[in-house]
T-cell receptor
Framework: DQQVKQNSPSLSVQEGRISILNCDYT??????FLWYKKYPAEGPTFLIS?????DKNEDGRFTVFLNKSAKHLSLHIVPSQPGDSAVYFC???????????FGQGTELSVKP | GAVVSQHPSRVICKSGTSVKIECRSL??????MFWYRQFPKQSLMLMAT?????????EQGVEKDKFLINHASLTLSTLTVTSAHPEDSSFYIC?????????????FGSGTRLTVV
């Protein structure tokens, strides 16, 4: 039972353009969502998060949008840079300090 | 910021032997640690949650007698893969809870690449 889904395994974007990574979830009890960036053979690096009581959170080039009615969140990166190329995971949890459930990841490639 | 140190970064062992992976919180007390494994091109799958001083809680389908988790102190958790087999070859990652980091405490180690030959 995949509670967090990232249906796009890969995404290719031109440098300077917007990257949009999507994530869907099934469990309405999730109260907090996080996005991580990961390189092969390394641990995930935290990017940005959003509480279920909000619909948008912004941090520099990164913005996360949450649509609770659709159980959908997205990560926008603008402008995209070649250094953004990595695998991006969304994750969700049910309560503070609770375990994180990860999506399958989306490999982003930003072309110069 | 909070740092989690994971060792070793990579290990090769013979089939049938045991391997221990350490996860240390360097500058904070981790009351809860999580252990994940990741197969190539796949998601991070939670294996177990460990709370300091108590037995770990394993996810469905994870053999607790094969993957021994010990969380004896607030700064150290260990995962021991017992009687390892080639199918246990994977990337193992720990995560620790900290109340001081802005992301509600989820700090990850750098991972351990286990290869069983």
């Amino acid at each position: 039972d995949q509670q967090v889904k990232q249906n796009s395994p890969s995404l290719s974007v031109q440098e300077g353009r917007i990257s949009i990574l999507n994530c869907d979830y099934t469990n309405s009890m999730f109260d907090y969502f996080l996005w991580y960036k990961k390189y092969p053979a390394e641990g995930p690096t935290f990017l940005i998060s959003i509480s279920s009581i909000k619909d948008k959170n912004e941090d520099g080039r990164f913005t996360v949008f949450l649509n609770k009615s659709a159980k959908h969140l997205s990560l926008h990166i603008v402008p995209s840079q070649p250094g953004d190329s990595a695998v991006y995971f969304c994750a969700a949890r049910k309560d503070q300090g609770g375990k994180l459930i990860f999506g399958q990841g989306t490999e982003l490639s930003v072309k110069p | 910021g909070a740092v989690v140190s994971q060792h070793p970064s990579r290990v090769i062992c013979k089939s049938g032997t045991s391997v221990k992976i350490e996860c240390r919180s360097l500058d904070f007390q981790a009351t809860t640690m999580f252990w994940y494994r990741q197969f190539p091109k796949q998601s991070l799958m939670l294996m177990a949650t460990s709370n300091e001083g108590s037995k770990a809680t394993y996810e469905q389908g994870v053999e607790k007698d094969k993957f021994l988790i010990n969380h004896a102190s607030l700064t150290l958790s260990t995962l021991t893969v017992t009687s390892a087999h080639p199918e246990d070859s994977s990337f193992y990652i720990c995560s620790a809870i900290s109340v001081t980091t802005g992301n509600y405490g989820y700090t990850f180690g750098s991972g351990t690449r286990l290869t069983v030959v």
